[in-house]
């Protein structure tokens, strides 16, 4: 059974970073592109980004630049490096394998 749970998700002040993680269990891990979507409240989930098998990614436009995935094969994780966070980027993060699994989120909130 394939589980993934996110991580590093908290209260941060504008302009500042926060690194997230994504732990996967259940799934031969380096053979799947992960991803990392977000949900903010009163809007539909949305993909930011995406890194294949072979490391090559995808970002949204709204992120780039300031959001960097990555994976660690020998961990089975994949991180998300945000860095000048803004208000705009509060919401629920998600990751998934891109094959109908997904963690159960976690809260990032960028106030001052």
């Known amino acids: 059974q394939v589980q993934l749970v996110e991580s590093g998700g908290g209260l941060v002040q504008p302009g500042g970073s926060l690194t997230l993680s994504c732990s996967a269990s259940?799934?031969?891990?380096?053979?799947?592109?992960m991803a990392w979507y977000r949900q903010a409240p009163g809007k539909q989930r949305e993909g930011i980004a995406s890194i294949q098998s072979d490391n090559s990614t995808y970002y949204l436009n709204a992120v780039k630049g300031r959001f960097t995935i990555s994976r660690a094969n020998a961990k089975n994780t994949v991180y998300l490096q945000m860095n000048s966070l803004k208000p705009e980027d509060t919401a629920v993060y998600y990751c998934?394998?891109?094959?109908?699994?997904w963690g159960p989120g976690t809260q990032v909130t960028v106030s001052s």
């Open positions: 998934s394998n891109l094959r109908g699994d």
């Open positions: 259940g799934m031969q891990f380096d053979a799947y592109a």
